[in-house]
T-cell receptor, first 112, second 113 residues
Framework: KNEVEQSPQNLTAQEGEFITINCSYS?????LHWLQQHPGGGIVSLFM???GKKKHGRLIATINIQEKHSSLHITASHPRDSAVYIC??????????????FGKGTKLSVIP | NAGVTQTPKFRILKIGQSMTLQCAQD?????MYWYRQDPGMGLKLIYY???????DKGEVPNGYNVSRSTTEYFPLRLELAAPSQTSVYFC????????????FGPGTRLTVL
C-alpha cells in the first residue's frame, strides 16, 4: 500500500501570499490527485497529474515522479482559498483496478 | 446531471440500531466507493465496487455491508451501530480503472450515541 505524507498539516497565510503544500508518497504511481475540501465538507477534485505541471487559475500543481513528490501552489491567496487540501495516489487493488490512498490533508486558512 | 447524491445528510443513531446510507450517481460510472472521514485522519476506504454485482472490502470494512445491484446505486448498510462508527461518510464514483478522477457526494454526518 502506498503511504502518503502531506506537509504542513496546518497553514495560516495573509491574503496575497504565495502558498505551497507538499505531498510525498512511497510507491511509484501512474498519477497523483489533489482535492479540495470546503469548510462545508464537500470534496472536489482539483488536479490529476502524471508528470510535469498543471495550472488552473491561481492553482499550480507539480509532480516529480523520480523523487515521489508533488506540490500544490496557490498564487495571490485569497480568503476563499481557505479549505483542506488533500493529496491522493492510486494503489492497485485487483486485476486492472485501483483504489486511492489519501493524505491526512493540509488545512489552509487565509486571513484578510 | 446531479452527479453523486447521498442521503441522509445527518443522522443520529443509538447503539445497536441499524441504518442504510444511500448513494446514487447518474454518470454511468463503473467504480463506486464508500469512505469514512474521522477528524484529523485521511479518508479511509470502507468498500468499493467495480461494477454492478461486484463489491470488495477496503481498508476498514468491519461493521458495514454493501450491495450493488445496478450501476447507479451503491447503498452502505450499518448493522448494530457502535460509537466507533461516528464519522462523516462519503460516497464517490469514477470511470475507467479507478485511478481516474473521483466525484464525491456531499457526505453523511453520522453520530452514534
Amino acid at each position: 500500500k502506498n503511504e502518503v505524507e502531506q506537509s504542513p498539516q496546518n497553514l495560516t497565510a495573509q491574503e496575497g501570499e504565495f502558498i505551497t503544500i507538499n505531498c510525498s508518497y512511497s510507491v511509484g504511481i501512474s498519477a497523483l490527485h489533489w482535492l479540495q475540501q470546503h469548510p462545508g465538507g464537500g470534496i472536489v477534485s482539483l488536479f490529476m497529474l502524471s508528470s510535469g505541471k498543471k495550472k488552473h487559475g491561481r492553482l499550480i500543481a507539480t509532480i516529480n515522479i523520480q523523487e515521489k513528490h508533488s506540490s500544490l501552489h496557490i498564487t495571490a491567496s485569497h480568503p476563499r482559498d481557505s479549505a483542506v487540501y488533500i493529496c491522493a495516489v492510486p494503489s492497485r487493488s485487483g486485476a486492472g483496478s485501483y483504489q486511492l490512498t489519501f493524505g491526512k490533508g493540509t488545512k489552509l486558512s487565509v486571513i484578510p | 446531471n446531479a452527479g453523486v447524491t447521498q442521503t441522509p445528510k445527518f443522522r443520529i443513531l443509538k447503539i445497536g440500531q441499524s441504518m442504510t446510507l444511500q448513494c446514487a450517481q447518474d454518470m454511468n460510472h463503473n467504480y463506486m466507493y464508500w469512505y469514512r472521514q474521522d477528524p484529523g485522519m485521511g479518508l479511509k476506504l470502507i468498500y468499493y465496487s467495480v461494477g454492478a454485482g461486484i463489491t470488495d472490502k477496503g481498508e476498514v470494512p468491519n461493521g458495514y455491508n454493501v450491495s450493488r445491484s445496478t450501476t447507479e446505486y451503491f447503498p452502505l448498510r450499518l448493522e448494530l451501530a457502535a460509537p466507533s462508527q461516528t464519522s462523516v461518510y462519503f460516497c464517490a464514483s469514477a470511470s475507467g480503472t479507478g485511478a481516474d478522477e473521483q466525484f464525491f457526494g456531499p457526505g453523511t454526518r453520522l453520530t452514534v450515541l
